[in-house]
């Protein structure tokens, strides 16, 4: 069965540099969210977008933003890269917010040095 | 806002062993998700169980709604289910999901 596909899986970044962040949702999952998980931390629920438009925001930096494509994909943008922007970042789908049976991808993982 | 706890925080077990999980939460949720987190960091969907017992192969879950809290049971142990093992509710109309501080499960060859 399909799944959530994340890219790029890693990724390298120097401070203040930008970075883009892609989420490919499960085929006819409507609602995509993200989430930062910090070294030895829980993951943190960033932003989440219901058929193209934002639908819960979370503690997401301002130098962080997001969207959801006509296609349902949704790209994380974030600029002025930090030191603690290193992180696991997961891209989640589900089918229905009512039901929010959340799937998650393998994550990227982005270093910043 | 609501509050996940997990406990133990940290289990180290010989091969073949069982172990039970256990997530406590603060208010009523929507669902609840089991997840395990492996060595690579990939996060696995276990169960999703808002109420009742799930049971998967070697895992079972519960979870008691009125008593705001879900146990997850791991038997004959192997070293592939070692990891992180993280509950996570939703507990409002926001979609989001809120994860507990995990369980981080050794399991010795």
């Known amino acids: 069965a399909a799944g959530v596909i994340q890219s790029p899986r890693h990724l390298i970044k120097e401070k203040r540099e930008t970075a883009t962040l892609k989420c490919y949702p499960i085929?006819?999952?409507?609602?995509v969210y993200w989430y930062q998980q910090g070294p030895g931390q829980d993951p943190q629920f960033l932003i989440s977008?219901?058929?193209?438009?934002?639908?819960d925001k979370g503690s997401i930096p301002d130098r962080f933003s997001a969207q959801q494509f006509s296609d349902y994909h949704s790209e994380l943008n974030m600029s002025s890269l930090e030191l603690g922007d290193s992180a696991l970042y997961f891209c989640?789908?589900?089918?229905?917010?009512?039901?929010?049976?959340?799937?998650f991808g393998a994550g990227t993982r982005l270093s910043v040095l | 806002g609501i509050q996940v706890e997990q406990s133990p925080p940290d289990l180290i077990l010989q091969e073949g062993a069982n172990s039970t999980l256990r997530c406590n939460f603060s208010?009523?949720?929507?669902?609840l998700q089991w997840f395990h987190q492996n060595p690579w960091g990939q996060l696995i969907n276990l169960f999703y169980?808002?109420?009742g017992t799930k049971q998967n192969g070697r895992l079972s879950a519960t979870t008691v709604a009125t008593e705001r809290y879900s146990l997850l049971y791991i038997s004959s142990s192997q070293t592939t289910d070692s990891g992180v093992y993280f509950c996570?509710?939703?507990?409002?109309?926001?979609?989001?999901?809120?994860f507990g501080s995990g369980t981080r499960l050794s399991i010795r060859p």
């Open positions: 989640a789908s589900s089918p229905d917010v009512g039901a929010n049976i959340q799937y």
């Open positions: 085929p006819r999952h409507d609602t």
């Open positions: 977008f219901y058929e193209k438009m934002q639908s």
């Open positions: 208010d009523s949720v929507n669902n």
């Open positions: 169980i808002p109420s």
């Open positions: 996570a509710v939703d507990y409002s109309s926001a979609s989001k999901i809120i």
